[in-house]
């Protein structure tokens, strides 16, 4: 935001510098229109939702009384789609990946993370780094500490994560295998490593080996849960459910427009949710034993 938005020069002055008041709907297109030209249209994205907050925090404030960015909605390139950290696996594809992942003969670390991310949905980065005292296996509870939340040292509230019964178990499995008292995701091999927990790349390259490489991608599967449980929303009896699974994902607006953030705000049916993903998932493993795919005989 700094470099694309704030230190850009609009009609001979620093962006960052105009009072809010003044800023027109012209100066922020220009301030994108640059970074669309730079090939930034992601950044150019992130950067136009990052103002929309900003803008609605000034009206809060009644420092303004317009959004000047809310209109402009197709005014830029459209986002890609279809890269490959958002190839998310399919539903009906979903069991015999479980089930693959059970046949495997990898390290037992690398098939566990690889079931726990399935079953928390969380981040690569913050799962693999987790820590056993961030559990509370009494509250079935992970918490991730905000200092390490997707490299954001600013981020102002910690991620509590529900753990239902089945996250509960892959965690006494891990347990069991007596490799690490500090991380729950050791590096499997030292020496050279970047970090004493496992490596960015492991959880891929175990997908890739399954057979599922340009078919998913290991940050897919939370889109993959978010299409499912967005389509079970009626089994929840809650006003605010589809908020509530979006937070499950660390999803959630911050700003003054939608109120101030409770870490435990909507608890009890985020761990209802991620109970019901569990046994969705247990449901599809079971049922994939029996979906037979019929070969056709050719006359000799």
């Given at each position: 935001m700094k470099r694309n938005i704030f230190d850009q020069v609009v009609e001979r002055r620093v962006l960052g510098d105009w009072p809010i008041a003044e800023i027109k709907i012209r100066h922020v297109v220009e301030v994108l229109q640059q970074m669309e030209d730079q090939g930034l249209v992601e950044s150019l994205?992130?950067?136009?939702?990052?103002?929309?907050?900003?803008?609605?925090?000034?009206?809060?404030?009644?420092?303004?009384?317009?959004?000047?960015?809310?209109p402009l909605t197709k005014e830029f390139k459209p986002r890609r789609r279809n890269v490959p950290?958002?190839?998310?696996?399919?539903?009906?594809?979903?069991?015999?990946?479980q089930r693959d992942i059970d046949a495997s003969d990898a390290f037992p670390l690398t098939k566990l993370a690889m079931k726990f991310m399935l079953l928390t949905i969380q981040r690569s980065s913050e799962m693999r780094g987790a820590t056993w005292d961030e559990?509370?296996?009494?509250?079935?509870?992970w918490t991730i500490q905000a200092s390490r939340m997707k490299g954001n040292k600013n981020a102002r509230e910690d991620q509590l994560v529900p753990l239902s019964t089945h996250a509960l178990d892959v965690l006494e499995q891990i347990s069991q295998l007596e490799l690490s008292n500090e991380y729950i995701f050791p590096v499997q091999q030292s020496g050279r490593a970047k970090h004493a927990y496992m490596s960015e790349n492991t959880l891929q390259k175990f997908c890739d080996e399954l057979g599922y490489k340009g078919k998913m991608h290991v940050h897919g599967l939370r889109k993959t849960f978010s299409t499912q449980m967005n389509g079970l929303r009626h089994a929840f009896n809650s006003k605010i459910d589809t908020d509530a699974i979006e937070m499950c994902l660390d999803h959630y607006e911050r700003?003054?427009?939608?109120?101030?953030y409770n870490h435990a705000e909507h608890l009890g049916v985020r761990t209802e949710i991620m109970q019901t993903w569990a046994v969705e998932l247990e449901k599809e493993r079971e049922s994939s034993v029996n979906k037979v795919v019929p070969i056709r005989r050719t006359e000799r």
């Open positions: 994205h992130r950067c136009r939702q990052k103002l929309v907050h900003i803008f609605n925090r000034a009206i809060v404030l009644e420092l303004r009384e317009d959004n000047p960015v809310l950290g958002l190839i998310a696996l399919p539903w009906r594809t979903v069991g015999q990946f559990i509370d296996r009494d509250r079935a509870l700003d003054a427009m939608r109120g101030t």
